[in-house]
């Protein structure tokens, strides 16, 4: 098992280090066979159970645009496909301030609790329960992510690898998007 980013993952898959992996859309799958899991993930603010924001049920664009921001790099990545995380913000994309960015959002809950800024993450992705200092308010309009189980294309796997493959293809048949 590995966590990474997008580019961790695809590299760690291209160089056979990696049978499959699990990659947050939108993302380039141009090189792999890839299967839609049916859940979304839910796009918001993580921010200090004391900041004004947390009094708010939900995010909207105009809240974010005078606070200081901690972005994922993937999100905020300017690529060729459609990026709909700047999409949310709009014509206020260019205006964000982003003090910092993060590969690993459990770095990111620790500069929000030191009061560095508000990161933009995905829900469920760091502690926000009762007992932690932070909490998570989700953006509105609401703004989902999709998942992809991916895998290269023409790879040969082992009998277990081939065994898993199998079986997500079974639990996620009409998800799947494969040669």
């Given amino acids: 098992l590995y966590s990474g980013n997008e580019d961790d993952v695809t590299e760690r898959l291209d160089k056979g280090l990696l049978d499959f992996g699990i990659l947050i859309q939108p993302a380039d799958l141009s090189k792999y066979n890839y299967i839609n899991i049916p859940a979304k993930d839910v796009w918001g603010v993580i921010m200090r159970k004391d900041s004004p924001l947390a009094f708010k049920d939900t995010i909207q664009a105009v809240d974010l645009l005078n606070v200081p921001l901690i972005c994922s790099r993937q999100a905020i990545k300017q690529t060729f496909s459609k990026n709909e995380f700047a999409d949310w913000f709009g014509e206020d994309f260019d205006k964000l301030n982003v003090v910092t960015t993060y590969n690993l959002a459990y770095n990111a809950a620790i500069m929000v609790e030191e009061g560095i800024g508000y990161a933009i993450a995905l829900d469920k992705i760091v502690n926000t ?25 023409h790879q040969v796997f082992s009998a277990a690898a081939d065994m898993f493959l199998k079986e997500i293809q079974a639990k996620f048949s009409n998800s799947l998007s494969d040669e």
């Fill in 129 to 153: 329960s009762s007992d932690s200092n932070l909490c998570f308010r989700p953006m509105e309009p609401r703004l989902e992510s999709g998942l992809n189980i991916v895998w290269k294309k």
